[in-house]
Each structure stands twice: as C-alpha cells, then as structure tokens.
C-alpha cells in the first residue's frame, strides 16, 4: 500500500525527515490556520507510532490501524466531546484506539483548556507506553490553554516522560507562554489560499462582517454598541465570535492599508496602531479572559478611529 505522507508541504516534509532520521524533538509548536495545523498534527502523530519508522503512516500495520479515527469536514477528530471538568466527557482522548496517541482540546461548553485536563494528560503520560515505543499527545487549540494550565505544561516540557512528543497546535502563537514557545520546534504552516474577504464564495457569516467593517466610519456611538451587543450570552460562544471578528477585522484592515499603498496613499500611523491593537484584544480575550463584548466594542471604536 502507498505511504500517506503528513500533508502540508514543508511542513509535514520536516516532522517526516525527523521520524526517518530518528531525530524526533519533545515539544512542537504547529502555528497556521487550526484546521491545517490539526490534520498536520494527527498526521505526525500516526507516524511516529508507525511500525514502517518511514515518517509516514502506512496505513497498513497494527499501529496505523489502530489510530486511524474518524473526521470532521475540517479533519479534525469526530465523535467524542470532552469536558473540560470531566463530568459529562472525558478531560483527553485517544487517536483512534491507539493507547499511545493522546488527544486534548477545549470542552464543547468551556472557554479554555482546563489545568484538570492538563493534569490527566501528564497522568496519563507517565504510565508506559504500548510495546515500549513511542507516546504523543496533541494539544489542539494550544492558545486557549488557561495560566494554570499553561504553568502545568511547562512543567511537563520541562522534564518530558521519555520516548513522548508534545504537539501543540495554534493559530496565535504569541498567545502561548514565551517559555513554552523557547521548549519547542517551531513550524508554520501557510495560510490556506484564499480569493479574499469579498470573493463571492466568501461564507456568509464572513461576508457579514465585512459588511459591518466597512460601514464603520458612519457608525455613531449607539450603533456600534448595538453591534457589539450580538457578542453577549454564553462565553464560550461569544469568546469564539469575537475571535473570528478579530481575525477578519485583521485581514480587513490588511487589505485596506494595501489598497492604500498601491494607490499610493501613505497608510496612517493610526491604522497600523490599529492592527497592534488588534493583538493586544486577542491577548486579553485568550489570558486575561476579557468580556467578549467589551472586546467588540473597543475593536469596533478602535478601527472606526482608525480609518475616519
């Protein structure tokens, strides 16, 4: 049967040439768009459990057959839902049934990854691998690892169970501790080609916001906190609205400091302020754990300010 290489170009060649060269590192760090960054993610960790030791899962051996799982559209693991508190879930999973490939990601209803799943992760780490090889867990979502939980990890960096890889995936890196960061191979992944935010097979919910960007400057006070009003309710939800506001808001003020320069227009020191503005909210959403509307509503001022 034909290897199935760890997708994504140069990124999955590198955790590939790591396996064959046996030259595998404690920590990673996967930092890209989350859908690519878990398919890479689950791609390595099939592989370093492998029996083939080519870098590539071959799908054919018992250890391929046991991690082989199924997934979402997005390729992400499907079925079982974790629990941040291990009450309606359980805190990690497997990949597949593999015994030695470990999952952990935010709860369905929680708005971080939970020192309780951090501590039952490293639990789980310390019992000995299947057939003495090789242990990995990925940590999907790494930037919505809560203080404790990040401190918690550290440690785990520090001193690795041995034969055990750490594989964190994340969208913004910078949202995850710098001692973290220093503990880890880092790898980027490129941004999934896209025609734009006003490509007319641009989902809707993309669409409207863009909608909503572009009619800032116009906006008076009351109408911008009508507008930041859609980010109440549920935190996990509204932190998770907020988050994709902040990343088109970021593509949005991107393709108009462009357009500018292009035209010839020097951008403002205002707008590229803006977009360090936009970094700092992201921080205080992910750490600080912000009120997602009044995160909305100091973007949506921000940027109206920013490009009147």
Request: with cysteine.
């Amino acid at each position: 049967m034909q290897h199935s290489a760890p997708e994504d170009g140069e990124a999955g060649l590198l955790l590939a040439r790591a396996i064959e060269n046996d030259r595998v590192h404690s920590g990673y760090l996967l930092t890209g768009p989350n859908a690519a960054g878990t398919r890479v993610a689950l791609g390595f960790v099939r592989a370093l459990v492998c029996e083939s030791g080519s870098g590539r899962a071959c799908e054919a051996c018992g250890s391929c057959r046991k991690s082989q799982q199924a997934e979402t559209a997005e390729g992400t693991p499907a079925a079982i839902v974790l629990d941040g508190k291990g009450k309606r879930g359980p805190t990690y999973r497997h990949v597949g049934d593999h015994p030695d490939l470990l999952y952990v990601a935010r709860g369905a209803d929680d708005t971080r990854i939970t020192i309780g799943q951090i501590r039952d992760l490293q639990g789980a780490l310390r019992l000995r691998g299947f057939d003495g090889g090789r242990r990995a867990a990925i940590l999907d979502g790494a930037e919505w690892l809560n203080a404790s939980a990040q401190n918690a990890l550290l440690r785990i960096l520090e001193e690795p169970p041995p034969r055990t890889t750490l594989v964190l995936v994340a969208a913004r890196p910078t949202a995850v501790l710098a001692t973290i960061r220093s503990r880890c191979v880092r790898v980027r992944l490129p941004a999934d080609p896209e025609a734009g935010l006003r490509d007319p097979e641009t989902p809707a919910e993309t669409s409207e916001l863009v909608a909503l960007l572009d009619g800032l400057p116009g906006r008076s006070v009351s109408q911008i906190l009508d507008a930041a009003e859609a980010y109440r309710g549920s935190r996990a939800e509204a932190a998770e609205a907020v988050t994709k506001l902040i990343d088109v808001s970021g593509d949005w003020l991107r393709e108009r400091v462009t357009a500018q320069a292009l035209g010839g227009e020097r951008p403002t020191l205002r707008a590229l302020d803006a977009h360090r503005s936009l970094q700092k909210l992201r921080r205080d959403l992910v750490q600080r754990n912000a009120n997602p509307q009044m995160v909305a509503e100091r973007l949506l001022f921000g940027l109206r300010d920013a490009v009147a």
